[in-house]
């Protein structure tokens, strides 16, 4: 009976404390799809009356009914779903070429966003004329004949022909095998300690998720 009590005191103070935020901060969506991912704290919708309930760094934006994040370092990636509990974001290339948005994608810090899948170092080749059959060109970053791009261990031999691209760490070599245009494109997140809020010209209220929670009015 008294733990019911308490029970019912905890679920009443967790709804006191929580309601606020609800009705401050209710969870968006760009389309009324159920399938559109929620978009919740960190994230938060860029031209909506919600920046205050996202983390600077966590922007996303709508187009059309897309719901959609900017990489400086490659562009716009569609946000396929966002899972909060796993913290995996789901991405898709609009442009269908995983491989240029591992080649491009710089995910050094201070960016709060790493691969969700363990990286290796691989090497991108850029090559005159085709490597022997067991090494796959990457078809959306090669050209129809004049020249071919291929990602290679960094420990294979770079033949005359062959330009090093560049060497990077990236979840996936390229396979024809996953044609998959959201393959390998899971990133993760880590929210970034205050001081780097604070340098980073974040608003101030952006200390913590708790910080944050508890300036809510
Ligand atoms: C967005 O969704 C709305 C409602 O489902 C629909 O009427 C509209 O045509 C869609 N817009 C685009 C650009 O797909
Ligand atoms: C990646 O971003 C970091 C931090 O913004 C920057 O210092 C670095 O030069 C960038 N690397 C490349 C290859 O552009
Ligand atoms: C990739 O290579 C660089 C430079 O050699 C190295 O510093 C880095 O630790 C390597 N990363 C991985 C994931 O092996
Ligand atoms: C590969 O090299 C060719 C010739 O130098 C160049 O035109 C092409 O843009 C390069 N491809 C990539 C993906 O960088």
Redesign the pocket.
């Given at each position: 009976m008294v733990s019911f009590f308490f029970f019912i005191l905890f679920v009443t103070s967790f709804y006191a404390n929580t309601k606020p935020i609800e009705a401050n901060c209710p969870p968006v969506q760009c389309s009324h799809d159920a399938a559109a991912p929620e978009i919740r704290y960190p994230f938060w919708l860029k031209d909506r009356l919600h920046q205050n309930c996202g983390h600077p760094a966590f922007e996303l934006f709508c187009k059309e009914n897309t719901t959609m994040i900017h990489f400086p370092s490659y562009g716009d990636l569609v946000v396929k779903s966002i899972n909060y509990h796993t913290k995996k974001l789901q991405l898709v290339d609009p442009k269908n070429c995983v491989h240029e948005v591992f080649l491009n994608l710089n995910l050094s810090l201070p960016s709060v966003f790493r691969y969700y899948y363990?990286?290796?170092?691989y090497t991108y080749l850029n090559c005159s004329a085709r490597l022997p059959p067991s090494f796959k060109q990457v078809p959306c970053l090669s050209s129809s004949s004049a020249y071919f791009v291929y990602t290679v261990k960094?420990s294979v031999e770079v033949p005359l022909y062959c330009r090093v691209m560049k060497?990077?760490?990236i979840p996936f070599a390229y396979s024809p095998y996953v044609a998959d245009n959201s393959f390998g494109l899971g990133l993760t997140w880590e929210l970034p300690r205050c001081e780097n809020c604070k340098e980073k010209g974040g608003p101030k209220n952006f200390l913590s998720k708790t910080a944050f929670l508890n300036y809510i009015p």
């Open positions: 363990v990286v290796k170092n960094p060497t990077i760490a």
